[in-house]
């Protein structure tokens, strides 16, 4: 038999009385301060045990007749409440604590009379009650520091190309060239997002957890989604007024974004209609962004676009590869960098800020690689940089609304465009070097769980989830260490695939 400890009492504060709904009790050092103290007739205190190999706290709780008294000797009675909390379990999980009896006892109802409280015991029971809370805030932390470092990184890291961009480029820029988009940016999506979050929630746009996802993510349901619908928007828009609508080059990736967009939302919609996380087939989803990607083939093909080299279909590669001519091979490596880099960031987004912030750092890296061929474009790159910072005050840990497909395949396009129009393809990949991680872990899990199925009649698997992030969640590590690993990670990738651009233009 299980119960919640609703004692349904008052706590008396000063001249005011204040119900009391719910006893909590945590293992926060707070609580070991405390002596064995009585409350309402409950007299509580705790031991420490470890078992299964992670810490259990054990709470014993004894009802007396007596009014207050103090606790001196418990382990020989037998009218006693244990609780327990598992560490393994969901561990963000605010919900109610649950207390399971050894041995019937009486708990006072609500008709029952209770005794007057002094403000010492008053002060402990709020103690109490706010240690919950407390730990609700201490979580938050976690992801506000991740976003300083990520905003400050890319803030350093933005001021110094613009110091030197004119070197880059050898023609006189306009002062803050990069980091003018960047903040526009990222200050509009954050405000935008206190207007859309609440309207994707009132709207009833509500995320689909995966069962076959780790437990703890459980506490996510609800969390609305597809807030792609206003970050992409406003980093485009800021993109194109930056530079005043005339870079045909801009206008390309931002329409490839867009129809990405559109796959994406469409996956969505029928994602919420249909009530389960699967939408789209994968089949039809693929089928989609690789018609998407041929018809960018094409266009690159019959529109003239600027460049160095006054000829297209050219691969700039570093010393002494130089510059390697693919003709038609051209075409089909477009259309693949579309597919691989759309379902990476898909893929990779499954964790509260993950892909948004490696997404930021792949498409400042990505301008800085490009910023010889097509300054325009590093324009757009920066300017899709900042929405995503923005959209992490929003979506950082715990997120208040999530990306969905719709962001998701929208930046894996606007990365592809970005390559695909000047052909910087190594820098991509070395910048999306987190997306390829996570697209290679989930194709070696499939392939090996095949193939050793198809030898040994049972298949097994190389990690215990894919995507990788999967594994490392189920190894116990914390989800804000794993995606302040990941921009750790994207950012080195970011610095290396801008210096590989440089010098191969």
């Known amino acids: ?95 109610d604590d649950l207390l399971n009896p050894v041995s019937d006892i009486d708990l006072p109802t609500v008709r029952e009379p209770f005794l007057e409280t002094n403000d010492a015991l008053t002060g402990t029971a709020h103690r109490l009650a706010m240690i919950t809370r407390g730990r609700r805030k201490s979580r ?39 980091m003018r988009p960047f903040c526009i940016s990222a200050i509009v999506v954050s405000c935008a997002g206190y207007v859309c979050v609440p309207l994707l929630r009132s709207l009833k746009i509500h995320s689909i957890i ?69 939408g789209l087939s994968a089949l039809m989803k693929i089928l989609l962004e690789v018609a998407v990607g041929s018809i960018f083939s094409v266009w690159l093909e019959t529109t003239k676009i600027s460049s160095p080299y006054s000829m297209k279909m050219l691969v700039p590669l570093p010393s002494p590869l130089g510059l390697v001519c693919l003709g038609k091979c051209y075409l089909l490596l477009t259309s693949f960098c579309f597919v691989s880099m759309t379902n990476g960031i898909n893929l990779t987004d499954g964790l509260d800020g993950l892909a948004g912030g490696t997404a930021a750092l792949a498409f400042i890296g990505m301008s800085i690689a490009v910023l010889p061929i097509c300054s325009d474009l590093s324009v757009f790159g920066a300017s899709m940089a900042g929405a995503c910072i923005g959209f ?11 990306m969905g497909d719709v962001g998701s395949l929208a930046l894996g396009g606007a990365l592809a465009a970005m390559a695909s129009c000047t052909g910087m393809f190594l820098p991509l990949f070395i910048s999306s070097g987190i997306f390829v991680l996570e697209a290679v872990s989930v194709i070696m899990q499939v392939s090996f769980f095949k ?51 440089l010098i191969s233009a």
């Open 1 to 95: 038999m299980s119960l919640v400890a609703n004692t349904n009492c008052f706590a008396r504060l000063g001249s005011q009385r204040y119900p009391i709904s719910l006893l909590r009790i945590s293992s926060n050092p707070a609580f070991r301060r405390l002596r064995p103290r009585s409350y309402f007739g409950l007299e509580i205190s705790e031991s420490g045990v470890r078992k299964h190999g992670f810490r259990r706290r054990i709470v014993q709780v004894r009802a007396t007749d007596e009014g207050f008294s103090s606790l001196d000797d418990w382990e020989d009675d037998d009218d006693i409440l244990e609780y327990r909390h598992s560490s393994s379990e969901v561990e963000e999980s605010d919900g």
């Open 140 to 178: 938050v932390k976690h992801g506000v520091i991740t976003n300083i470092g990520l905003m400050t990184f890319l803030t350093i890291l933005l001021l110094l190309v613009d110091c030197c961009a004119w070197r880059i480029v050898r023609l006189p820029l306009e002062p803050f060239y990069l």
């Open 210 to 278: 995966r069962r076959e996802g780790p437990a703890r993510h459980s506490s996510k349901k609800g969390t609305p989604t597809m807030g792609g619908l206003f970050f992409v928007p406003i980093g485009i828009i800021v993109a194109e007024v930056s530079v005043g609508f005339s870079s045909i080059e801009v206008r390309g990736a931002a329409v490839a974004t867009l129809a990405f967009a559109a796959i994406g939302l469409l996956d969505d919609v029928l994602s919420i209609i249909k009530n389960h996380n699967y």
């Open 392 to 402: 992490l005050s929003h979506n950082r840990y715990k997120a208040s609304v999530f």
């Open 451 to 501: 193939t050793t199925k198809r030898l040994q009649g049972r298949g097994r698997r190389l990690f215990r989830m894919a995507p990788f992030h999967h594994h490392l969640e189920l190894c116990g590590i914390k989800e804000p260490t794993i995606v302040a690993a990941a921009y750790v990670i994207s950012s080195l990738s970011a610095l290396l695939a801008g210096y590989v651009g």
